[in-house]
C-alpha cells in the first residue's frame, strides 16, 4: 500500500486539503462573481450553487490535466504501465481523490435535497473513487489513472463554459453554439476515441502477463464502465446539439417570417397611404375647379 515516500496518512493529508481548498474556492467565487456578473445577485441559490461548482470544477480539470500531463510520458511510468508508480503520481492522484470525494458529496446532496442531481454523475463519481483506491492504495495501473485524468478531464472546462454561458442567458448567442460543437468534437476524440485506444492498451498489458490477477481484471472493468459511460454521454450530447440547432434553425426562420410579414404590413400602410394622399389631393383638385367655375 502506498509507498515509502506517500504512505497512507500523507495521500489521506493531501486528499483531505485538495477538497477543502476546492470548497474554500467554491466560497471564494461566490464572493466575487457578483462583482464580474451583476445578475449573480439576483439568481437562485440553485443556480448560484450550480455555478461556483462549475468553476471549480473547471480550475480543477486545469490544474490536473497540466501537471499529470508530464506522468504519461514519464519514462518510469510508459516502461511498466500496470505496475509502475512515481511520486508525481502519487500527490496529483491524491488531489484528484480530495476532489472527487467533494464532488460526489456535491452531487449527492443535489440529488437527495434538491432532487436535481444526476445519477449517473454519481456513479461516474463512484467508478472514479475505485479508479483512485486501485492507483493509490494497490499502485496499480497508475499509468491509465493518468490518462484518465487528462484526456477524460480534457472536456471538464469547455462543459462548464456552457453551463456557465446558459446560466448567464447566451445559449441562443453563436458563442455558445460555437462552444457546443468545439466541446463536442473535443469529447468524442478525447473520450471516446483516445479513451478506447488506452483501454485497448491496458487490456494488452493484462493479456501480456504470466498470470492477470484479479486487480487487474477488476482495472479493466472499471475502464470499461467509464468508457460505456463517455459513450452514453456522448450519444446525449449529440442529440442535445441536434435539438439545439433545430431550435435556432426554426428561430431563424421564424424570424424571417416575421419580417417578411412586417414588410408586407409597411407595404400596405405606405401604399394605403399613398393612396389616402392621392385621394385627399384630388378631392382638393376638384374642388378648387367647381370654385373657379362658380
Known amino acids: 500500500m502506498a509507498s515509502v515516500n506517500f504512505p497512507v496518512h500523507r495521500m489521506h493529508a493531501i486528499a483531505a486539503g485538495s477538497a477543502a481548498a476546492c470548497v474554500a ?3 471564494a467565487v461566490h464572493l466575487c462573481t457578483p462583482f464580474l456578473w451583476s445578475g449573480y445577485r439576483g439568481a437562485s441559490y440553485k443556480t448560484k450553487l450550480a455555478w461556483c461548482n462549475r468553476i471549480v470544477s473547471a480550475v480543477h480539470a486545469c490544474v490536473l490535466m497540466w501537471n499529470q500531463w508530464h506522468t504519461i510520458f514519464d519514462p518510469v511510468m510508459t516502461a511498466d504501465p500496470l505496475h509502475a508508480v512515481t511520486d508525481r503520481h502519487f500527490v496529483w492522484s491524491s488531489v484528484c481523490y480530495g476532489y472527487i470525494i467533494y464532488d460526489t458529496l456535491y452531487e449527492a446532496s443535489r440529488t437527495l435535497y434538491e432532487k436535481a442531481g444526476n445519477t449517473s454523475f454519481l456513479f461516474h463519481h463512484a467508478i472514479g473513487l475505485a479508479c483512485c483506491g486501485v492507483g493509490l492504495y494497490l499502485r496499480r495501473m497508475a499509468y491509465f489513472g493518468a490518462v484518465i485524468q487528462v484526456f477524460f478531464e480534457a472536456t471538464t472546462p469547455l462543459m462548464h463554459a456552457l453551463g456557465c454561458m446558459k446560466t448567464m442567458g447566451w445559449d441562443n448567442s453563436n458563442a455558445y453554439a460555437a462552444t457546443g460543437l468545439l466541446f463536442a468534437a473535443m469529447y468524442f476524440t478525447c473520450r471516446v476515441v483516445i479513451s478506447n485506444y488506452f483501454g485497448w492498451v491496458m487490456l494488452q498489458a493484462v493479456l501480456a502477463e504470466a498470470a492477470p490477477s ?11 464502465m467509464l468508457s460505456a459511460l463517455n459513450a452514453l454521454w456522448f450519444v446525449r450530447i449529440c442529440s442535445m446539439i441536434l435539438k439545439g440547432l433545430r431550435k435556432r434553425k426554426a ?19 405606405k401604399t394605403a397611404q399613398a393612396l389616402a394622399t392621392g385621394y385627399a389631393i384630388k378631392g382638393a383638385t376638384d374642388a378648387s375647379q367647381m370654385r373657379e367655375r362658380k
Open 25 to 27: 474556492l467554491n466560497v
Open 214 to 224: 484479479a486487480w487487474d481484471w477488476g482495472g479493466v472493468a472499471l475502464y470499461t
Open 251 to 269: 428561430k431563424k426562420s421564424g424570424t424571417l417570417a416575421n419580417n417578411g410579414t412586417a414588410q408586407k404590413q409597411i407595404d400596405c400602410d
